[in-house]
């Protein structure tokens, strides 16, 4: 069965590099969404796009962070210059329809540790 | 805006004690809400969510929770714990229509099973 997947799972970017993470969602999903998760914490909303369309970037940090979804299905976020503070663990979502009530499916997550 | 507090970030049972974790919720609206499961290195498992059907809400491996909309409160039950139980939990409330659907988690709460 075809859940989300993400990759890479790991990745390790020196201070000040770029890093692009791939999210593929469950097939037909209109709705996706990205999250960071830092330690002990619990996640928190970056951006969400349904279909190809960017409906709410306001969780995103700052202007180094950047996130698509052209064709509406696979999406990459993008960190530019990384900084310490961005280490975290990265989690995707879809959803079937784009409602309150639609349970989102989360894919594993990339650990990204920037020395 | 939605929020959520889950009192205790670690919660100590035996196997086959009563397990419970507590959340409760701030919101203007009708909240929609949710509780996930995140095992080690793995990505977020929804175990049961309430959209303003039935208050009582099952969901699997035997959690339950309830609605109590005077409380405010969404607390997860399971009668009898397993040490495959072992993980860490996170309650969450869904926004406001008119926003993007994302969802707004409580900081989690790590369940330990003692044999």
């Known amino acids: 069965g075809a859940g989300v997947s993400q990759s890479p799972r790991y990745k390790v970017a020196k201070r000040g590099q770029d890093v692009a993470l791939r999210c593929d969602p469950i097939s037909g999903h209109v709705s996706l969404f990205w999250y960071q998760q830092a330690l002990g914490q619990g996640p928190e909303f970056l951006t969400y796009f349904q279909n190809e369309a960017q409906l709410d970037k306001s969780g995103l940090p700052s202007d180094r962070f950047f996130a698509e979804r052209p064709e509406g299905s696979v999406s990459t976020l993008k960190i530019q210059r990384t900084q310490q503070e961005d280490s975290a663990v990265y989690l995707c979502?879809?959803?079937?329809?784009?409602?309150?009530?639609?349970?989102?499916?989360f894919g594993p997550g990339t650990r990204l540790t920037v020395l | 805006a939605q929020s959520v507090t889950q009192l205790g970030s670690h919660v100590s049972v035996s196997e086959g004690a009563l397990v419970l974790l507590r959340c409760n919720y701030s919101?203007?609206?009708?909240?929609?809400l949710f509780w996930y499961v995140q095992y080690p290195n793995q990505g977020l498992q929804l175990l049961l969510k309430?959209?303003?059907?039935?208050?009582l809400v099952k969901g699997i491996n035997g959690f339950e929770a309830e609605f109590k909309k005077s409380e405010t409160s969404f607390h997860l039950t399971k009668p009898s714990a397993h040490m495959s139980d072992a993980a860490e939990y996170f309650c969450a409330v869904s926004e406001m229509p008119g926003g993007s659907e994302k969802l707004v988690f409580g900081k989690g709460t790590k369940l330990t099973v003692n044999p």
């Open positions: 309430y959209t303003s059907a039935a208050t």
């Open positions: 919101s203007s609206v009708p909240p929609y």
């Open positions: 979502a879809s959803s079937p329809q784009g409602m309150r009530t639609d349970t989102q499916y």
